[in-house]
């Protein structure tokens, strides 16, 4: 078993910046990947990136240059850094950790994005 918790979000104007940071209770060396997925209010929950074991990062297009995923394995610790934030960006942002068993969820931090 892994928890996840996440922190960092809140209000920002846009144009602004968040860094979300997501603790995990165990070593994250032992994931297969680690990544950060969304949902906003009335819609599907989406990835937003994703770092797997090598290091190999992913990014949603609709984030792409404005969002940078990284991990340090000494703190077992997460990071989302977010930048040129819009308010389309305002939603729940979720850390998940992947082993070979299963797939782990924090409960969620929310970013708002206001115009």
């Known amino acids: 078993q892994v928890q996840l918790v996440e922190s960092g979000g809140g209000l920002v104007q846009a144009g602004g910046s968040l860094r979300l940071s997501c603790v995990a209770s165990?070593?994250?060396?032992?994931?297969?990947?680690m990544g950060w997925y969304r949902q906003a209010p009335g819609k599907q929950r989406e990835l937003v990136a994703k770092?797997?074991?090598?290091?190999?990062?992913t990014y949603a297009d609709s984030v792409k240059d404005r969002v940078t995923i990284s991990r340090d394995t000494a703190k077992n610790t997460l990071y989302l850094q977010m930048s040129s934030l819009k308010p389309e960006d305002t939603a729940v942002y979720y850390c998940?950790?992947?082993?070979?068993?299963?797939?782990?969820w924090g409960p969620g931090t929310q970013v708002t994005v206001s115009s």
């Open positions: 998940t950790a992947r082993d070979f068993y299963q797939t782990y």
């Open positions: 165990r070593s994250i060396l032992s994931m297969n990947d």
């Open positions: 770092i797997i074991s090598d290091g190999i990062t």
